[in-house]
């Protein structure tokens, strides 16, 4: 269709129904604002000549699972209703061409760049060559396009920015050259792949999942060519509650060592033990084990790993209480989990600045804040920087928000919502 067309049908209401399904009725003006100022970026940026299509995948938000899933464990996930979303259309020069807003414009040679390449490592130009590569290593079509992008999925936020991005290429992929069939799993999975091997980083498995499938989602990774994902159909909206997010513009930098301790020391227990990760063993084998690892891995080595077998228990429970309709137990459990996290995963904040610990203020925060009240609250993500979230009554979310803003600056405390759809072409 071509781009007059569409922004015509937006005014037109003839995507109301879609648009209100992905962001709610109360932002409906504002979703078709932003699909209209997107078409008109293509055009700026490729020309008014192309048939384009518009695309949407999710942000995510861990609600369980915190550092379980590169061992392969268990998580709860949901997407979420921030997402990136993009204006595309197909090619015949077998380059993809996407501009980003905020960023330069990435073009990419997909018939060239067809493995990896350390000096991209770190770069989209990669994640773009590493989902092509991942579709025609799997047998579907690949071909050229151009695409304008925007996201709403804050980088650094602990809401998968770079995952949906993975996710998005392979969408539109799947909807330009092979009849929308590549499944959202799949799709996933191949992101995985792309950030592995081409970007560079030993990412899991559950922020693709998560940002492609939809709505809350149970995933277990043991096996990690086939995790089972288990839909979890709870409306927190229809329950009177959201989810916040609150940034709290903690430093990033530096942290790639902290983040990387996590997995590896989790899986140094499990050398020990004879295993690949911590799945393969159990906590009695830890337990047992205790005054070897504490000579040869040190004491947090073993927390963590305890961490890992008290978080699947705390997932499988969570997930029940879901599909029960209990969210008190659920919320139990959210708070177990943000303990464990502080105490024994030690992902809170980095001992290279101990000055600086804005997850444990906001922590802090909001126990101070909502104790007493039907509400949640955990570290989330990667933790050490970034982001905490707290599930929250509606009716107590203008308390939290101001509490939170006040001390994080204005917008800190992100009022989200669980959305049904992961990745989709919107038309």
């Not at 209100?20 to 490729?46: C, H, M, W």
């Amino acid at each position: 269709m071509k781009s007059i067309q569409l922004i015509e049908l937006i005014n037109n209401g003839g995507l109301d129904e879609k648009l209100t399904l992905l962001y709610g009725s109360a932002s409906l003006d504002a979703a078709k604002a932003r699909y209209i100022n997107a078409i008109n970026e293509f055009v700026a940026t490729f020309g008014e000549e192309h048939d384009a299509s518009l695309y949407t995948v999710a942000g995510r938000s861990e609600l369980s699972g915190n550092h379980t899933d590169h061992n392969r464990g268990c998580v709860v996930a949901a997407s979420i209703s921030l997402d990136i979303i993009a204006v595309a259309a197909p090619t015949t020069d077998g380059i993809v061409r996407v501009k980003s807003e905020g960023f330069g414009e990435d073009a990419v040679d997909i018939n060239v760049y067809t493995s990896p390449v350390e000096e991209k490592f770190g770069t989209s130009e990669s994640i773009i060559a590493g989902m092509c590569a991942g579709f025609k290593m799997n047998g579907h079509k690949i071909g050229g396009f151009v695409a304008y992008t925007t996201s709403s999925v804050l980088k650094g936020s602990g809401l998968s920015s770079s995952a949906a991005f993975e996710d998005m290429i392979g969408t539109i992929e799947s909807h330009l050259y092979n009849g929308g069939e590549v499944s959202n799993v799949e799709i996933a999975k191949l992101a995985q792949y792309a950030e592995n091997k081409f970007f560079g980083k030993p990412c899991g498995l559950m922020d693709q999942v998560a940002c492609a499938y939809g709505g809350a989602v149970a995933i277990d990774f043991e096996d990690t060519k086939n995790p089972v994902i288990t839909p979890i159909n709870f409306d927190f909206t229809g329950a009177g509650y959201n989810l916040c997010i609150v940034s709290t513009g903690g430093n990033h930098a530096d942290l790639t060592d902290d983040y990387a301790s996590v997995p590896a020391e989790m899986k140094a227990v499990a050398a020990y033990l004879g295993k690949e990760v911590l799945r393969e063993t159990d906590e009695d084998a830890v337990i047992a084990a205790i005054p070897a690892l504490r000579e040869k891995l040190g004491d947090r080595a073993i927390m963590r790993a305890i961490h890992f077998f008290n978080e699947n228990k705390r997932v499988e429970a969570q997930k029940n209480a879901l599909i029960a309709g209990d969210i008190e137990t659920f919320f139990e459990n959210v708070k177990a989990s943000g303990r464990s996290s502080f105490c024994y995963l030690q992902n809170v904040y980095t001992t290279k600045n101990v000055s600086e610990q804005g997850l444990s203020l906001a922590l802090c925060l909001a126990e101070q804040t909502l104790s007493g009240k039907s509400a949640a609250w955990r570290v989330h993500g990667g933790g050490f920087a970034g982001t905490i979230q707290a599930f929250v009554k509606t009716e107590d979310v203008a308390q939290l928000k101001s509490v939170m803003d006040a001390c994080f600056g204005e917008g800190a405390c992100m009022v989200l919502n669980i959305r049904p759809v992961g990745a989709a072409r919107v038309i």
